[in-house]
């Protein structure tokens, strides 16, 4: 499956009225073969991923509901283009459903790692003392959780039922003793709140619905024991463990229980004893391992997915928790997947991430394959996409701040760059130019802040500084003004930015720099 336009998202999340525009943010809506996006936190990254995971019809489509936008008065809209072979399609979303399901996505998030890795307590029937038990893969979670529920269902509505075999034993008494015995010996409270044929009514109905619970039970257990439990998908997933959790692998596939698929897991370095240990592997494993170990099953059920290049495989901030020693590994099998599969879409809030997932792909992509590059920011009180110069935006220093507030200058409305970034990036500006201008007198060191270079070229005497000494109090309101949203400044957490005012500053920094 291939998403070929993204043409708006409205009332979804923080997308409140986008609509993709060439003229307003540099990218009309045309999706790639390959697709990187950057962004923030909290800017919208995991809407859009739940978004594309919604079009599938085994996905929760309660979860895009549930992301309606606060206050917002009309019906929320998607609207896709898809290439589903052979035709291009529209696709919609209009508040409740999409018009069309399309089933050829996996996604790879924070949810997968919840519904995949069910953690279960150290397993008695292994004859490890090292080994621990848990559930892989969301068909065998769910089920587990069904079944779970399914017995404490069977629990209760057998106890009903005892209740009412009693109350039927004590109506069928009742109804054998005479009239004038149950007037005389017979106490009101002894008497059946129920009449027998009621009772009768009311067992007949519950046996239907214990009768309903058991085959579903069975079903459960029979789906459960269908799913990935090759050895060829063992061994995938430990290939995987190897590189991101070195020390965990999955040790066998137990099914004793007839109710659960429960791999066992070795945890080196621990000495994990059921009989002694009560913990989970929620106690055991730190944040890092759970996501490498749902990571690995992922990129394994991949492995083994028949078809995978017709599908469209959506990555969301797959380094979540997991250290930079794992980076390389992480760049190097996405890249792989992502040239095996029919459209690959990474979110990240990592843009060196971004940036170096980029430079993989361009060395081993097709010469005909695309790779597009965007950025999920915020404008006019919406959410929206924008094309994104990554290799510019990580540079560092003096050239990425002299681009900032140029971009910022240029598209005060529609900027990549929020007024928070540009504002701090107005004082690093000037500041740097100062010290980069009077390195060979070694009058100032990288930890001279623009205050102090100020104060030092107003006191010297050295006619070298004459020139700047005419802009002393134009440094000094710019260093003035950028200070308020410096993050060591405790009055910027209340100071909010006007956009008009912040150009102001942009345009006086750029004309400043020209004259010193």
Sequence with gaps: MYITEIVHIKGIG????YTASKQNYG???????FNLLYADNASGKTTLTQIIKSISSSSDISEIRKRKTFNYTGNPSIKLKVNNDPTQQVIEYHGANWNQNIDEIIVFDTYFVERNVYILSPSKKTGDADSVSLLLGEDSVEAYEKLSKLKMDLSSLSGSKGQLIQMRNRATEYQKISKIARAVQIPKYFTPSLSLEEIETQLRGLDVSIEKIKKEMEKLKQRMNKSSVSETFINATNKYLRYFAPGLELSALYMKTKTAIVYGIKVHGYSIRSKVENSSLKRILSEGEKNALAFSFFLAKLEILPNLDKYLVVFDDPLSSMDAARRSSSIYHLCSVANKVEQFILLSHDKLFVRDMLNELTSRKKKTDIISVLKIGHTNNSSAIFTYDVAEDTKTGMARDLKIVNDFRSNVDTSIYSPEEVAGSLRRLVEG??????????????KQMLGGIINYIEKSADPIFDNDKKYIEELREIKDYSNKFHHSDASSVVET????ELKTYCDRVLKILLKL
Excluded: P, Q
């Design 27 to 33: 990218w009309d809506g045309n999706m790639s073969k």
């Design 14 to 17: 923080k997308y409140v009225d």
């Design 433 to 446: 130019f100062l010290r980069l201008k009077y390195s060979s007198l070694g009058c100032f060191d990288e």
């Design 497 to 500: 930015i006007n956009n008009t």
